[in-house]
């Protein structure tokens, strides 16, 4: 049974530029979020996708979107690229079993992105 | 989400227990303990969790005070595959998310 998937596993961008990340969720699993840990730091909350909808939102500008296809797959887009954009971006997908009962999330290996 | 501290390093030998204290005095009722641990440049990897009832799993065990303010991670035989940062989180409900902090940086040595 494959576990949450990330493709590409790094990338190199230079300021300015539009970025797409792709995460494939664990089998079975239908809730993909979407995590950015700067160098030294905890992961830090970006959007939660459900049903092909963002359910939930961090604290993120618009330069950050995504998208869930109906396979639950997902993508994280980044417009306008900055340098603090550089991180590891961190897939999790979890189930839902509806509220009131507590799912757990699996983390996907991560894709590293570099912006120049 | 309640707040939790933990302390930013600890050592363990291997083959000894490594116990990872993490104080959360601000928790409610229905707010729920997660560990997850990040070997070097991976992605976080879920460990256990618990509500008040003390948890074991394949990998640890869980062990929640009565008051719920504390908990500790017990790894029961470190091996040096453990090295890692281990985050202890606390989590109110479904489809909330994940809020780490810093987390203990468990080094295990020969």
């Known amino acids: 049974d494959a576990g949450v998937t990330q493709s590409p596993t790094h990338l190199i961008k230079t300021r300015g530029q539009q970025v797409t990340l792709r995460c494939s969720p664990k089998?079975?699993?239908?809730?993909v979020s979407w995590y950015q840990q700067a160098l030294g730091q905890g992961p830090q909350f970006i959007f939660q996708?459900?049903?092909?909808?963002?359910?939930q939102r961090g604290n993120f500008p618009d330069r950050f979107s995504g998208h869930q296809f109906p396979n639950y797959s997902s993508e994280l887009n980044v417009n306008a690229l900055l340098l603090g954009d550089s991180a590891l971006y961190l897939c999790?997908?979890?189930?839902?079993f509806g509220r009131g009962l507590q799912e757990t999330q699996y983390f996907g290996p991560g894709t590293r992105l570099l912006v120049l | 989400d309640a707040k939790t501290t933990q302390p930013p390093s600890m050592d363990c030998a291997e083959g000894r227990a490594a116990n990872l204290p993490c104080n959360h005095s601000t928790i409610s009722g229905n707010e729920y303990v997660y560990w997850y641990r990040q070997i070097h440049s991976q992605g976080p990897q879920y460990i256990i969790h618990g509500l008040k009832n003390n948890e074991t799993n394949e990998m640890a065990s869980l062990i929640i005070t009565e008051d719920r303010k504390s908990s500790t991670l017990i790894l029961p035989h470190a091996t040096l595959r453990d090295t890692a940062v281990y985050y202890c989180?606390?989590?109110?409900?479904?489809?909330?998310?994940?809020?780490f902090g810093k987390g203990t940086m468990l080094l295990v040595s020969p």
């Open positions: 996708y459900y049903e092909e909808e963002e359910r």
């Open positions: 089998s079975g699993h239908d809730t």
């Open positions: 999790a997908s979890s189930p839902d």
């Open positions: 989180i606390v989590r109110v409900e479904t489809y909330s998310t994940l809020t």
